[in-house]
């Protein structure tokens, strides 16, 4: 039998050689995917305001032409409307066929209104679209996002309000000497 006071003496080792790391692999497949993702969304993103810059532009060329034809439509009841007038006049016509152009040039003046109207819009969307928005308007965005305006941003036709209420208006009561309008029946 051994002797039990001889000590036990070894060395071990181990060694890992990784054939596969696969959750390196894994990892690396999965960020790549998700690059082109990233890719492939960037793209959708440029396509899809290339159409909407398209669309405004095309939309602002159809609103211009829109205005052309209307103040035409106008300027051609106005002239109809002082025909019929002087035909009037001259007792060659009725009232009845100026009234009819005076509609049709009220209605043409409502036209060009709407026209213009649709224009301008189709003008704000196309700098929305641009990001041009902001610089043609005058709005400073520092300013803003300080909430202290030094430059007054300058929109067409738009006056700013020259009073402040410090309190909220009240409405009005009427008194006892104001009647309401009555409806001719």
């Known amino acids: 039998m051994g002797d ?3 000590p036990d003496k070894g060395v071990g080792l181990t060694l890992n050689i990784p054939l596969r790391n696969r959750a390196a692999q894994a990892n690396q497949v999965r ?3 998700e690059y082109r993702q ?3 969304r960037l793209q959708q993103i440029e396509n899809q305001v ?3 810059v398209r669309n405004a532009q095309f939309s602002l060329q159809q609103n211009r032409a829109a205005v052309q034809a209307a103040q035409v439509a106008q300027e051609f009841a106005g002239e109809t409307l002082d025909s019929e007038q002087k035909k009037l006049a001259a007792g060659v016509s009725n009232p009845t066929a100026v009234l009819q152009d005076q509609s049709a040039l009220t209605s ?3 036209n060009l209104v709407s026209a213009m ?3 301008e819009k189709a003008r704000v969307e196309l700098d929305r679209a641009t990001g041009l928005l902001l610089d043609h308007t005058g709005v400073v965005l520092a300013e803003a996002q300080r909430g202290q305006v030094e430059h007054m941003p300058s929109a067409p036709d738009v006056a700013p309000r020259q009073d402040t209420p410090t309190t909220p208006p009240q409405p009005k009561q009427p008194s006892q000497s104001q009647t309401p309008p009555q409806s001719g029946h």
């Open 108 to 110: 043409a003046e409502s």
């Open 50 to 52: 290339r159409i909407e």
């Open 117 to 119: 109207a649709a224009y």
């Open 4 to 6: 039990s006071t001889a």
């Open 31 to 33: 960020g790549l995917l």
């Open 38 to 40: 990233a890719q492939m």
